[in-house]
């Protein structure tokens, strides 16, 4: 089963780190739309990196306290076809790259344009492990504070609401920690 083990740190939004990843060797960018279906758990990707896009078909659960994610690929026209159905819409962008046992996903929420308007990073660890490596130095300074394990409010889907997540943040910033 494939499971999904990670953990989330809310950034502040600045255009420096953004910024910054375009330019670090080995970080991957990437553009991804994303639509949430009827069905609890199904999601539609289109991911725009390099040269190419692919179109992801997502299905995740939490099974007896794991993330189980199954993703397969499936063709443009279906996806287009699910996306006019799909609602709790996103555009993000996405800076990754792989650090010894881990996986860093850079996730920046856009509001229409350009605009940032929620960022959050996730690492992805081994199956076993709880506790989450440190933050790079890079990301440290910008941190916010680790948000609680399966905390619904950080879930892409709420943060897809821009009214919500720019309260959440405001929050956030206005107790000096994630709550």
């Known amino acids: 089963m494939p499971i999904e083990n990670e953990r989330k740190f809310v950034l502040e939004t600045e255009n420096e780190l953004e910024n910054l990843l375009s330019r670090t060797p080995g970080v991957t960018r990437s553009i991804i739309r994303q639509a949430y279906l009827d069905v609890t758990g199904l999601r539609v990707r289109s991911i725009v990196a390099g040269s190419g896009t692919q179109f992801i078909f997502t ?97 892409s889907k709420r943060l897809a609401d821009q009214t919500h997540a720019e309260r959440l943040l405001s929050d956030i910033r206005l107790r000096g920690a994630v709550e």
Do not use: C
């Open 59 to 155: 299905y995740k659960r939490t099974v007896r306290g794991r993330v189980v994610e199954i993703e397969t690929e499936i063709l443009e026209d279906d996806f287009e076809r699910l996306w006019s159905v799909g609602h709790q819409m996103l555009r993000k962008v996405r800076y990754s790259w792989d650090d010894g046992p881990y996986h860093w996903d850079i996730d920046f929420f856009k509001a229409d344009g350009e605009r940032t308007y929620f960022a959050l990073a996730e690492v992805e660890m081994p199956e076993a492990q709880t506790v989450p490596p440190a933050l790079p130095a890079n990301l440290a300074v910008r941190s916010l504070g680790l948000v609680p394990q399966g905390d619904p409010r950080f879930a």
